[in-house]
């Protein structure tokens, strides 16, 4: 019916018509989606019917299909080429998305058609499988932590401390950003011994010089600045930032954390990180406690041992001075020089663009059996990007389309997005991105940049080898404490000798890489605790005013053993914008939780394809990997797709040992 180009479905593997889309086509197709899924899902409600698998389940699912496939298109579109236009469509409908999504998870309509499925299934009146049964739950879930069976006057009250908490969130930000600014040091040119003449004019405006601070703890010129007491008057500046005067976030940081406590209260959850726990892969905060507190106290015990080190060289060149945590970047770079210097010049011949995706690829035909085809004649979501048919053994997989290319309205990084989701109960094959950032001239990448190739194509993998029913539930549509996993995994990849670089190379970047990872796991680690400590104090232990902030913080640490002054902590609390600003509250131990997967499902790998005589082969290996963990996407529970392919839960001990770490 419809002729948007967003939404025409005519083109091959119903690609998005790129070619003619504007940005008002956008715009009108995610208004289009908000209608027809409100009108889909106001007949799903009003079905007087007995309630089915097709009548509920399936017509959700179709409900949500237009705008999905809308905010799909228009995201990817948005990220890659942010023209003002698309700028100006994303502010007018993020508050509006908001708004939408309330109007259905707060719908108690909606909610009782669900439960009613439910009931029938339950009570074997309606024929449902494992995969249906795990999206109702999933589903019935989402509605409770929206709060639907809140009363009216309960209801309004969680309104207002939502409406209150993204308030307090934006201010945190702004706060936050200018005590960043405002905590910028000023240095004299003769105290920036260690720079470059290029590094020193970054600095200086009309002949004064000004260090600006970066988010986290640590400041990266420290890592060069030759002068220890400019190194220690930048740590100083960035540790006590927004902690007093007109930019201290702490009286905002004291509300949020009540407000978050309460209203978890309100929703019927001990505290704010059990709300986020639930729809993770972790389900609980215990379970991320097993997990983070060894691996902190190993990565600070390693840190120590390495500061041992930091601190005897140091000694070596300023007899006498005292080692702190403003000189451990210093040092630490020093060592790092002496140890292992190379010149990553010498490995261009190795990292050309194109050949780094060749290798990309051939990894994915070893273990998965796919090939990729160009489609030049098909238009991808940027100009200039290029788009390839997947293939495997049995035909036809989806789409891939590749967006090296920097430019002025693209956002930084790498990333992955999916155009189109594959699902059974629309036919759809995956159309999935990956995204880069190099200038149009490059023809040789970073050894990182090659890292991070193979990672967002794990992603992508994950889009594409996707073997579910539902839209919503398909590929990398995980939790966040999952889905970063499989990306990760795919990294590993990139080290087999000979498909990237030769193996005497790859022996000198896996020295240099494990240097320092004490120290690295550990600042990290000790912020994911912070966050985590903040976020499941019951509310009457809490913080009541803006002076309790650090000694709350101190007291937090110390419970597990984790106050070291050398080793401050790399976001301190009142400068912790992912979980203050952003949205990762109770959510940074997600880095390390699908790093402890990541790490363990490498070593399934070792274990059953390397040796003498192994288990089976790499693409029998792959083909494992891929039926059991990657095409389930988010249609299982990710902890069960993780033991149908490992067996048993994840075990610590691999990322232990990759990092070097004991305990
Ligand atoms: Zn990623």
Redesign the pocket.
């Known amino acids: 019916m419809s002729i948007n180009p967003v939404l025409t479905t005519e083109l091959p593997f119903a690609l998005p018509d790129f070619a003619n889309a504007t940005p008002r086509d956008y715009h009108v197709a995610i208004e289009e989606g908000m209608r027809s899924q409100l009108g889909a899902l106001a007949k799903l409600r009003q079905d007087g019917s007995p309630a089915t698998v097709a009548n509920v389940l399936a017509a959700w699912d179709r409900a949500e299909g237009p705008l999905r496939r809308a905010l799909n298109v228009f995201f990817s579109a948005y990220a890659s080429d942010a023209t003002d236009e698309m700028i100006a469509i994303e502010q007018e409908i993020a508050p509006r998305l908001a708004e939408h999504s309330d109007s259905i998870y707060l719908d108690g309509g909606l909610y009782a058609r669900l439960q009613d499925l439910s009931g029938r299934i339950g009570a074997g009146e309606a024929e449902a499988d494992g995969e249906d049964r795990y999206l109702l739950d999933e589903l019935l879930r989402a509605f409770r932590r929206a709060g639907v069976e809140l009363s009216e006057d309960e209801q309004t009250r969680l309104r207002a401390m939502n409406k209150r908490l993204a308030e307090l969130q934006s201010r945190f930000e702004t706060l936050n950003r200018e005590a960043r600014v405002a905590g910028g040091l000023e240095v004299a040119e003769d105290e920036l011994e260690g720079l470059t003449e290029e590094e020193k004019a970054v600095l200086e405006t009309d002949g004064a010089y000004r260090i600006e601070l970066v988010n986290t703890t640590q400041q990266p010129l420290a890592a060069k600045l030759a002068d220890a007491s400019v190194r220690r008057r930048l740590l100083a500046s960035s540790m006590n930032r927004a902690l007093s005067g007109e930019f201290d976030t702490r009286g905002l940081i004291v509300e949020i954390a009540r407000l978050r406590a309460e209203r978890a209260t309100l929703l019927g959850y001990p505290n704010h990180a059990a709300i986020v726990a639930e729809s993770g892969t972790a389900k609980s905060t215990d379970a991320i406690l097993d997990m983070l507190v060894p691996l902190a106290q190993a990565a600070l015990a390693k840190a120590r041992e390495e500061g041992e080190e930091l601190r005897a060289r140091y000694a070596e060149l300023n007899p006498g001075s005292e080692f702190t945590a403003a000189d451990w970047t210093f040092v630490e770079a020093l060592l790092r020089r002496e140890r292992f210097d190379f010149d990553e010049a010498d490995l261009g011949e190795f990292l050309q663009v194109d050949k780094v995706l060749d290798a990309v690829y051939a990894a994915a035909g070893e273990l998965y059996g796919l090939t990729f085809k160009l489609r030049d004649d098909l238009v991808g979501h940027a100009p200039g990007a290029q788009t390839y048919e997947v293939h495997d053994d049995d035909g036809l997989v989806g789409l891939f389309v590749m967006d090296f290319w920097a430019r002025p309205t693209k956002n930084g990084g790498a990333?992955?997005t999916n155009l189109v989701d594959q699902a059974h109960e629309t036919g759809d094959l995956p159309i999935v991105t990956n995204n880069c950032n190099y200038t149009p001239a490059t023809t040789t990448i970073s050894w990182d940049d090659v890292i991070t190739m193979f990672?967002?194509f794990g992603?992508a993998l994950h889009g594409l080898l996707a073997d579910t029913r539902y839209a919503g539930m398909s590929g990398t549509n995980t939790p966040r404490d999952f889905?970063?996993f499989p990306?990760q995994v795919n990294e590993h990849w990139a080290w087999t000798p000979g498909r990237v670089l030769p193996a005497e190379w790859l022996e000198k970047l896996e020295a240099a890489s494990k240097f320092g990872q004490g120290y690295a796991t550990a600042e990290v680690e000790i912020s994911s605790l912070l966050d985590l400590v903040w976020h499941t104090t019951p509310l009457d232990e809490l913080p009541t005013s803006a002076d309790e902030v650090e000694d709350f913080e101190r007291r937090a640490l110390a419970k597990y053993d984790l106050v070291d002054d050398l080793v401050p902590p790399r976001y301190r609390t009142q400068y912790f914008a992912h979980i203050w600003g952003g949205g990762y509250a109770a959510s940074y131990y997600g880095y390390a939780w699908s790093k402890v997967m990541d790490a363990d499902a490498v070593a399934w790998f070792e274990e059953n394809v390397d040796g003498d005589s192994p288990a089976m082969s790499l693409r029998e290996a792959g083909e494992h990997f891929r039926r059991t963990l990657l095409a389930p996407g988010g249609s299982v529970d990710p902890m069960e797709t993780y033991r149908s392919f490992r067996g048993r839960d994840p075990e610590l001990a691999p990322l232990l040992e990759r990092l070097g770490l004991t305990i």
């Open positions: 990333w992955m990672h967002e992603h889905v970063e990306s």
